[in-house]
């Protein structure tokens, strides 16, 4: 069965420096999905970044960028130049391309310090 | 232009009352989905419905009846609540496997 793990329960950043949110998963498949989604304290589930294991090209949106090794299986978020609003509960998903069921990791906290 | 929308936001139910919780989505997607947050457990689907008049079991199905009453509306039941179903729902929607997710609602059982 596919699994995703998030292994830091919680992670803090200074404003304007980067972070590094890490993701690993597991599966037997090959063509397959993987996102980050943010909550912030709002509760709304906002797609970050989305990732599609074909490209070998890392995924970029702004200031959020992804590691993608798709030997290792592992699907990192960098957050460049942090800020107060990039605060939120950070979830990683994985669903293999053709099904509908999505696999969502446990979460990570990001705090942003002033 | 208002995506996923859940209602109620909040509810608060006695142990043994049901409800429905509501969701409608006007983004014309095929497939849309019941989760439930729960602290440390990140989103565990409860119910799929790959497209209308289909529906699948997620997860944690036992406790819940979804009814995809035509393209736009996804329902979910709970018969007889119990306070382990204290959670926070989310409906999503999905298009290029994207999902769109509805605002949540919290629901306590007592």
């Known amino acids: 069965a596919q699994t995703v793990t998030q292994s830091q329960p919680e992670m803090s950043v200074q404003e304007a420096e980067t972070v590094t949110l890490s993701c690993t998963y597991d599966t037997s498949e090959s063509d397959y999905y993987l996102f980050w989604y943010k909550q912030p304290p709002s509760r709304q589930m906002i797609l970050v970044i989305r990732?599609?294991?074909?490209?070998?090209q890392n995924a970029t949106e702004n200031r959020f960028s992804v590691n993608f090794q798709k030997a290792a299986k592992s699907f990192s978020l960098k957050i460049s130049d942090s800020q107060l609003g990039d605060a939120a509960m950070y979830f990683c998903a994985y669903i293999s391309s053709g099904t509908y069921k999505y696999i969502f990791g446990t979460g990570t906290r990001l705090k942003v310090l002033a | 232009n208002a995506g996923v929308t859940q209602t109620p936001k909040f509810q608060v139910l006695k142990t043994g009352q049901s409800m429905t919780l509501q969701c409608a989505q006007d983004m014309n997607h095929n497939s849309m989905y019941w989760y439930r947050q729960d602290p440390g457990m990140g989103l565990r689907l409860i119910y799929y419905?790959?497209?209308?008049?289909?529906?699948d079991k997620g997860e944690v199905p036992n406790g819940y009846n979804v009814s995809r009453l035509n393209k736009r509306e996804f329902s979910l039941r709970l018969e007889s609540a119990a306070p382990s179903q204290t959670s926070v729902y989310f409906c999503?929607?999905?298009?290029?496997?994207?999902?769109?997710f509805g605002a949540g609602t919290r629901l306590s059982v007592l």
């Open positions: 999503a929607s999905t298009l290029r496997n994207i999902q769109y």
């Open positions: 419905s790959a497209s209308e008049g289909t529906t």
């Open positions: 990732q599609e294991a074909y490209k070998q």
